[in-house]
Nanobody
Framework: QVNLMESGGGSVEAGGSLRLSCERD????????MAWFRQAPGKEREGVAT??????TTYADSVKGRFIISADNRNTLSLQMNNLKPEDTAIYYC??????????????????WGQGTQVTVSA
């Protein structure tokens, strides 16, 4: 069992930045596959970014060039979100499959989830 806890959500105007963090209670964030997902009202949960070994990253096309995923050598996963747009408004979740490889950006590939943190971007 891995417990995950997100923080850092909030409200910002379009063009602004936010940084999300996710702490895992066991295991190193820069070893196992870690991911960020988001879910907007009335929409399905979608993948945002993944990172494994603290180095290999994957991004959804909608956030490439604006978001940066990183993992430190302890227990923290981060998501730096720049040039935010109203369509980025969603609940953001961190997740892990606790494996040494990632299962892409499909939610079904991840076993452990945080409770989520709200991000709201106003026009």
């Amino acid at each position: 069992q891995v417990n995950l806890m997100e923080s850092g959500g909030g409200s910002v105007e379009a063009g602004g930045s936010l940084r999300l963090s996710c702490e895992r209670d066991r295991g190193l964030a820069n070893v196992y596959c870690m991911a960020w997902f988001r879910q907007a009202p009335g929409k399905e949960r979608e993948g945002v970014a993944t990172i494994v070994h603290g180095l290999t990253t994957t991004y959804a096309d909608s956030v490439k060039g604006r978001f940066i995923i990183s993992a430190d050598n302890r227990n923290t996963l981060s998501l730096q979100m720049n040039n935010l747009k109203p369509e980025d408004t969603a609940i953001y979740y961190c997740a892990t499959n606790n494996q040494l490889f990632c299962n892409g950006l499909t939610p079904a590939g991840y076993k452990f989830w945080g409770q989520g943190t709200q991000v709201t971007v106003s026009a």
